[in-house]
C-alpha cells in the first residue's frame, strides 16, 4: 500500500525515474479498487458512478507513474502516447513497463533505489 501512497502524493512528479515495482504496485493497487468499485456499482444499480471519479481522481497520478517508469527505461515520457495506437500499442507499453531498469544514470535521472 506503500506505493501506490507514495505514487499518490507524488501526482505530479513527471520528473524523474520509477522502478518497476513501483510502477506495478501502484498499478496492481489501482486494479484491486477499480474491481472493488465495480462490484459496489454492480450491488448498487450505479452506473460507473464510483469509478468514473476514482478514475478523474487517479488519472494525473497513474500518468506521472507510467512518465517515471518510463524515463527509468531511458524514454521520453511522451511514450505514454502510444496506448493511443489500437491494441499494438497498449502490447508496446507493456513491453517498454516491463523492462528493466537502465542500471546508470540516464538523462532523467539517477537509478531509484527502491
Known amino acids: 500500500m506503500a506505493w501506490y501512497l507514495q505514487a499518490l502524493k507524488n501526482y505530479t512528479g513527471f520528473q524523474g525515474r520509477a522502478s518497476k515495482k513501483e510502477y506495478w504496485m501502484f498499478m496492481l493497487y489501482e486494479g484491486l479498487i477499480y474491481l472493488m468499485l465495480s462490484v459496489v456499482e454492480e450491488i448498487a444499480g450505479l452506473s460507473y458512478i464510483l469509478s468514473g471519479i476514482y478514475f478523474a481522481v487517479t488519472f494525473l497520478p497513474a500518468l506521472a507513474v507510467a512518465c517515471r517508469r518510463l524515463h527509468d527505461t531511458g524514454r521520453s515520457g511522451w511514450w505514454n502516447l502510444i ?28 537509478k531509484p533505489v527502491m
Open 83 to 110: 496506448v493511443l495506437v489500437p491494441v499494438v500499442g497498449i502490447i508496446i507499453f507493456i513491453v517498454q513497463t516491463c523492462q528493466a531498469s537502465q542500471e546508470t544514470d540516464n538523462p532523467f535521472g539517477s
